[in-house]
């Protein structure tokens, strides 16, 4: 049973490109969150995705875009990259009738924007 | 502003010895969370605990929740170089049905041979 798998593991770009990142959760997982790790902090949360929605959202700016697809697996999008950008970006997926969450994280894509 | 303090930031120590880190906030929570994330990996969920002064063990690693549900305390007795990793606590946001996570900034444990 595969656990969550996201791609790419790398990446670098340039300031003001735009990246992509991709995320599959866990099998039986219907809700996919993203976050964002700096260098020597705790992951920030940037949205939460259940039933092709985006359901809550953190205090990121709307440079930072989402989708969830019909497989429940989900994308994140960030345009016009900043260096403060660069970070680990961490996929989290559920299930949303579970009572006690329990969160399963995959190996997230390091971004560079140089 | 940090919701959730954690202390303290780095330790370093050798193995055999015994350690605790901490996690404090000034906010009530319904349950908290604790995360080891290693290198290159993402977190990994180690327990959960839900009542005030509940204490739970993982094989070396004992977990308490305040009594007041502010804080908790994570303590490893007879450290191995494998418990080296960022310790995380984590609570969820009451509001959200979905699992929404507050971070604090961890704990970056280094256990020599």
């Known amino acids: 049973d595969a656990g969550v798998t996201q791609s790419p593991t790398h990446l670098i770009k340039t300031r003001g490109q735009q990246v992509t990142l991709r995320c599959s959760p866990k099998s039986g997982h219907d809700t996919v969150s993203w976050y964002q790790q700096a260098l020597g902090q705790g992951p920030q949360f940037i949205f939460q995705?259940?039933?092709?929605?985006?359901?809550q959202r953190g205090n990121f700016p709307d440079r930072f875009s989402g989708h969830q697809f019909p497989n429940y697996s989900s994308e994140l999008n960030v345009n016009a990259l900043l260096l403060g950008d660069s970070a680990l970006y961490l996929c989290?997926?559920?299930?949303?009738?579970?009572?006690?969450?329990?969160?399963?994280f995959g190996s997230g894509t390091q971004l560079s924007v140089l | 502003t940090q919701l959730l303090e954690q202390s303290p930031q780095f330790l370093s120590i050798q193995e055999g010895e015994n350690l605790t880190v901490y996690c404090n906030s000034s906010?009530?929570?319904?349950?908290l969370q604790w995360y080891r994330q290693e290198p290159g990996e993402g977190p990994v969920l180690l327990v959960t605990?839900?009542?005030?002064?509940e204490v739970k063990k993982l094989k070396r690693l004992t977990f308490q929740f305040g009594d007041a549900r502010k804080d908790s305390s994570l303590h490893i007795t007879a450290a191995q170089p494998g418990d080296t990793g960022l310790y995380l606590c984590?609570?969820?946001?009451?509001?959200?049905?979905?699992?929404?996570?507050?971070f604090g900034r961890g704990t970056q444990l280094t256990v020599w041979p």
């Open positions: 906010s009530v929570f319904s349950s």
């Open positions: 605990v839900v009542t005030g002064g």
């Open positions: 984590a609570a969820l946001d009451r509001g959200s049905t979905l699992g929404r996570l507050y």
């Open positions: 995705y259940y039933e092709e929605e985006e359901r």
């Open positions: 989290a997926s559920t299930r949303r009738t579970e009572r006690m969450k329990k969160l399963f």
